[in-house]
């Protein structure tokens, strides 16, 4: 019986239970009383396998301590296991304070695992969750104005990662970047490339006060003057300095982001979105709606109306758009084009941003819940005991390109996914550095190739030896079995929390233990059948990890 299943049998059995209760305390449950139901793998392993808050979300029904309902949906879930088809699941079912009820696995279901786990092989976890819906993912979109940082790069292994984990799950997933082309930014850029370009033909100007100073300017300016010669040496127009310089850096982020593992189906151009007429006309639908006003010669969204703290400027009284009109209007295209959920992952500086956004997604006739956003916290870098500072503006910060040349991109990718996204990340490059435990992904990654090792020394094991899960009795290899069948409920909870750490932190765990068995029993041992057992055991954790690092954009080593 396959996890899912399995889950699914324990949810009704426990509500099934939960009504045979209140039947029994005569009590009716009137509509919108039910049950909804939801499992979690208790963090302690004396907890069980599987626990369920049920009864204190129901004990305030009956008026009694949810201790004791727990107690009594406990005694009604032992009864009913047979007619649930869980007798050979479930071992043991406990009530526990304050009023969790625990479920057990059968060391007989747990050996289960391992067929289940050799049929699927790569699918393993896999699931029909998203049922096949569009969703998009938006997520770097990093202004067009210099390289990308770590703290994009952090953006880029969280997206990358969570798409990945979506698609597992059966969702229809398009990776997006959305590519800000346009308005101040990108001409101070141009004006910045042109000082650094005047400059290189001795006929230098005051550079602007808004410029960009990174050496990288110069290196465009430089390929500038390579294509053009003197040809705008007397020309104040930025259009053609802009224009090449966001090539450049496009081409540049392109680069380092294949490089880093990360393909995006979609590019859009805010500069088409605008030049299509389309922000005007989502602007229309809201005013059609009643939810766009004139004050003071501006144009404003009444975003009060969906709980914002006030109401927003869509077009200024100059006429031009600020950045929320063309943000309403590329998410009414998100919507047009058939995506039925949509995650957007943005950077901390960003988060006051969400209200007003929800705010029009609601306006425009869609569900508040049809839009996530994720915010990241930034990373901080540590080199030799120091923090390397980071201003885009100021020319001085850690690129993406550089962290890569210095580590690599699965010990990058990794370590941006350590920490939960709310948190914000510390990045020792020292530590990371390192061939040891110390250093998580290598952890993950020798037990990886570790198993490769002992699969090629199994080879010569005895070609009758028959695989006999019985044998499989020591505590370490009855945990691995147990962490083995988390897997797929690991995947779904990363998915539903869109927080790809939970398959990271599950992995460590995973490699610990299976250095915990490795370090206390030999695989290849002088009775065959246990030699055929273990091998198994040890194949089977080979491709739960390779599945999850797969998920992570982490490649797979045989040898380190």
């Known amino acids: 019986m396959r996890y899912a299943e399995v889950e699914s049998k324990i949810i009704s059995l426990l509500e099934k239970s939960a009504r045979d209760v209140f039947a029994d305390l005569n009590i009716s449950l009137l509509p919108g009383n039910g049950f909804k139901t939801e499992l979690e793998i208790p963090k302690e392993k004396s907890h069980g396998d599987l626990s369920s808050n049920i009864a204190m979300r129901?004990?305030?029904?009956?008026?009694?301590?949810?201790?004791d309902i727990a107690g009594l949906i406990s005694e009604k879930a032992k009864n009913n296991l047979a007619s649930a088809h869980l007798k050979e699941v479930i071992s043991r079912i406990e009530a526990k304070a304050p009023g969790f009820i625990n479920f057990f696995f059968s060391t007989k279901y747990l050996y289960t695992g391992l067929l289940e786990i050799k049929r699927l092989k790569n699918n393993f976890g896999s699931s029909g969750i998203g049922r096949g819906l569009k969703l998009q993912v938006e997520f770097v979109s990093a202004n067009p104005t210099g390289p990308l940082t770590i703290a994009h790069g952090r953006q880029a292994a969280i997206g990358d990662s969570l798409a990945n984990i979506l698609q597992f799950l059966g969702y229809r997933v398009t990776r997006e970047y959305y590519l800000n082309n346009e308005g101040t930014q990108m001409d101070n850029l141009g004006k910045s490339i042109r000082a650094r370009y005047l400059e290189l033909l001795g006929s230098g100007e005051e550079f602007p006060q808004d410029g960009y100073k990174g050496l990288y300017v110069s290196d465009i300016a430089r390929d500038f003057q390579k294509k053009h010669g003197k040809k705008f040496l007397k020309t104040a127009d930025i259009?053609?300095?802009?224009?090449?310089?966001?090539?450049?850096?496009?081409?540049?982020i392109k680069k380092d982001l294949k490089d880093f593992g990360v393909k995006f189906d979609v590019w859009y151009s805010q500069k088409s979105l605008r030049e299509s007429g389309k922000v005007r006309k989502a602007i229309g639908l809201l005013k059609e709606r009643g939810y766009i006003y004139e004050n003071e010669g501006a144009v404003w969204f009444k975003s009060t109306a969906f709980g914002d703290d006030k109401d927003r400027v869509v077009f200024k009284s100059d006429g031009s758009a600020t950045y929320l009109a063309p943000d309403i209007a590329y998410h009414l295209e998100k919507y047009r084009r058939g995506f039925r959920r949509i995650v957007d992952i943005w950077g901390p500086d960003h988060h006051g941003y969400i209200p007003r956004m929800k705010a029009a997604i609601k306006a425009l006739g869609f569900s508040e819940n049809s839009l996530s956003v994720l915010i990241v916290q930034l990373a901080t870098l540590h080199k030799g005991g120091q923090v390397v500072s980071m201003s885009t503006r100021a020319g001085e910060f850690v690129t993406l390109r550089e962290v890569m040349d210095e580590v690599g991109k699965d010990v990058a990718r990794f370590c941006f996914i350590m920490r939960r996204i709310s948190s914000h990340l510390d990045f020792d490059l020292d530590v990371v550095k390192k061939e040891s435990s110390e250093n998580p992904v290598y952890y993950i990654q020798y037990a990886h190739a570790r198993i490769w090792s002992i699969l090629e020394y199994g080879k010569s094991a005895h070609p009758s030896a028959r695989f006999d899960s019985k044998l499989l009795a020591e505590p370490e290899e009855i945990e691995?079995?147990?962490?083995?069948?988390?897997?797929?409920?690991?995947?779904?909870?990363?998915?539903?929390?869109?927080?790809?750490?939970?398959i990271l932190q599950y992995l460590q765990d995973l490699a610990a233990m299976f250095h915990s068995f490795y370090n206390k029993h030999r695989v290849v041992t002088d009775d065959h059948h246990?030699?055929?057992s273990r091998l198994v055991l040890v194949d089977c954790t080979r491709i739960v990890l390779a599945n999850g690092l797969r998920l992570l954009g982490v490649s797979l080593p045989k040898k380190m």
């Open 239 to 252: 259009k053609a300095f802009r224009e090449f310089g966001l090539q450049w850096i496009l081409n540049d």
């Open 58 to 67: 129901v004990c305030k029904l009956a008026s009694r301590p949810s201790i």
């Open 530 to 532: 246990l030699t055929k």
């Open 480 to 502: 691995l079995l147990r962490l083995l069948r988390q897997f797929p409920q690991m995947v779904a909870m990363s998915g539903k929390a869109l927080e790809p750490y939970v």
